[in-house]
């Protein structure tokens, strides 16, 4: 997915929908500690796209 740069290359629908959505994609180099934190804060921001649940109030 985002973690190769090809990902990015060539594919216009996948680099759209990041700047759509302000998803903060990016490849990886290397995979080390960092990156596993970077990925989850995608992974969070994807699921904050998808449901849009106020649960500062829980």
Not at 25 to 41: C, I, N, R, S, Y
Request: hydrophobic share 35%; glycine share 2%; charged share 20%.
């Amino acid at each position: 997915m985002s973690l190769c740069t090809l990902a990015y290359d060539n594919n216009p629908n996948f680099t759209r929908l990041q700047h759509e959505l302000g998803l903060p994609f990016k490849p990886h180099e290397a995979f080390k500690k960092q990156d596993l934190d970077t990925q989850q804060q995608l992974y969070r921001a994807i699921c904050e796209c998808i449901w849009h649940h106020d649960l500062s109030n829980a």
